[in-house]
């Protein structure tokens, strides 16, 4: 981007936009294809947006690749995986059972699938996620060790909850909190309520009635499996903060592993298009789904046994924003390895977000400030990541020259932004001590305490820092310098348990 651009992309996210009846003014749609132009540019979104106000499609881009090592680009046409936007398919699904009184929210689960070991789990409590169920790995993990290829599908869940029951977390009502094993309950009511496979059922009575041509089942294991697949969005995921760019997240074993052997359906299994998204929100509007008065509840946080509202502020199949300054706002986001998605709806005001990114977890955020934009706020303008920037440079050229890189780019603080939390983070990636995908990676220790020690040099009053500078100290045997680091963390914060473990643990080494 020239400079001329950004400086029109800075005023555009900086002007305080009036309303207008008719329909967005073409200051406020400038202003959403600025904005994602600068999260494109500074490698933060990667994916397709469309915005629309009253069914009416006002904005709508694709940036970056579908499939990075082909350059096979996205567009409106490629498919993505919704994860966990799948789950309003579902909850949909059993709202329309209990219209039509084939079930009654209230039901105990086990009236549906005899032999469910928990018989205070109603319906309504998986579909609001205040069952207090454990998730499905604490009864399925150690069949899986015990045999790595075994494929875990609907039909193993209620066997596998009977055999290996373990305790609620909470008593169901008493608490919230978001899990998958809800969805795959669900799913197995729908069917057994229904008489009807899931897929089949969800394809006659969502997808259809809605017009969603473009969406279809595909298990998550498929999801990361399906290389040829020439009209599907790859999830992939940057290896590391300082990786230039992303790898498919189907080309790490564990991943591929994981997802092959958990098959469950109900949470996470189809893939779709921002327009065919689209058309499930203009039929959810128009009733033809579900009536008004189901999706009042639906939009309605649940009420815990106590009496008070669920501060998660989950309904029934849906999340609902506290902010209400701009009217009801419900949603559900997804995310999975290598993706992240969101369907955001103003329902005040018949808006709607949709956003789908597969290389980045920001796709609710991005939303919510495109909804923001949309109705004339302000939102900050996005900012490139020095923390990246240093690390790349880091790791490629050496400390020298990273820390000259990150001094010049500290002065352009209009386009770049400086965290600790995020050059904490790079620290770590650099000390391998943190790998969710089991990959091959071997620890780069000069390069760690460079980072933490610069870290030191720019928050010089944050107790963490010292703390985690302390950690890479200790761990190249430098125990000396690291008990200096977490007694200088003990006098920022003399709270820190762990400072003050440390101390005294490296004292008694130093004395002896």
């Not at 900086?14 to 406020?28: D, F, H, I, N, S």
């Not at 500290?410 to 969710?436: K, Q």
């Not at 990959?439 to 009053?461: G, I, K, Q, S, T």
């Amino acid at each position: 981007m020239n400079r001329c651009i950004s400086i029109q992309v800075g005023i555009l996210l900086a002007v305080g936009l009036t309303a207008c009846a008719k329909g967005p003014e073409p200051a406020r749609i400038a202003a959403l294809s600025a904005y994602f132009a600068t999260l494109a540019q500074n490698q933060e979104f990667n994916g397709d947006v469309l915005v629309a106000d009253y069914g009416r499609v006002v904005f709508e881009r694709s940036f970056g690749y579908a499939d990075f090592a082909s350059r096979r680009r996205n567009t409106s046409d490629v498919r993505f995986p919704i994860a966990s936007i799948s789950k309003v398919l579902t909850g949909t699904a059993i709202l329309q059972l209990a219209e039509a009184g084939t079930l009654r929210m209230g039901d105990p689960v086990v009236e549906y699938l005899p032999g469910f070991p928990y018989p205070t789990v109603t319906v309504r409590h998986l579909l609001s996620h205040t069952s207090g169920l454990p998730p499905y790995n604490a009864y399925f993990d150690f069949l899986r060790a015990e045999q790595p290829e075994r494929v875990f599908t609907n039909a193993d869940f209620l066997p596998g909850l009977r055999a290996g029951p373990r305790p609620l977390i909470y008593q169901p009502g008493e608490k919230g909190s978001y899990d998958n094993i809800n969805f795959i309950v669900l799913a197995a009511i729908i069917e057994k309520a229904s008489g009807t496979p899931y897929d089949e059922y969800i394809a006659r009575h969502v997808l259809r009635p809605a017009g969603m041509r473009d969406t279809r089942f595909l298990p998550l294991g498929l999801q990361f499996r399906d290389s040829t697949s020439a009209d599907l969005a790859f999830p992939h995921i940057y290896p590391h903060v300082y990786s230039a760019e992303p790898i498919r997240a189907g080309t790490i074993p564990y991943v591929v592993s994981y997802w092959n052997a958990y098959r469950f359906a109900g949470f996470g299994d189809y893939v779709s298009t921002t327009r065919d998204l689209l058309r499930l929100d203009d039929a959810l509007y128009h009733g033809r789904l579900l009536s008004g008065a189901m999706l009042r509840e639906a939009y309605t946080p649940v009420r815990l046994n106590d009496g008070t509202e669920n501060p998660d502020r989950f309904g029934l199949g849906w999340e609902i924003e506290k902010d209400t300054s701009l009217g009801t706002i419900v949603y559900h986001s997804g995310a999975a390895t290598g993706l992240s998605c969101v369907l955001l709806r103003n329902v005040s005001r018949h808006q709607t977000v949709i956003v789908f990114d597969n290389a980045h977890y920001n796709a609710h955020e991005i939303a919510t400030n495109a909804l923001l934009i949309l109705n004339g706020r302000q939102v900050p303008r996005p900012k490139k990541s020095i923390t990246r920037v240093f690390g790349m440079v880091l790791a490629s050229t050496g400390p020298e020259a990273a820390r000259d890189t990150l001094e010049k780019l500290r002065d352009d603080t209009a386009t770049y932004a400086l965290s600790e939390g995020e050059i904490n983070s790079l620290g770590y990636d650099f000390m391998a001590t943190d790998n969710p995908y089991h990959l091959p990676m071997a620890p780069r220790y000069a390069d760690a305490l460079a980072v933490f020690e610069e870290n030191v040099h720019l928050f010089p009053r944050s107790a963490n820092v010292y703390d985690s500078y302390g950690e890479a100290l200790l761990a190249t045997g430098k125990v000396a310098e690291a008990l200096r680091m977490y007694e200088r963390a003990l006098d920022l914060n003399p709270q820190s348990i762990n400072a003050r473990k440390m101390v005294a643990q490296l004292r008694r080494t130093v004395r002896n």
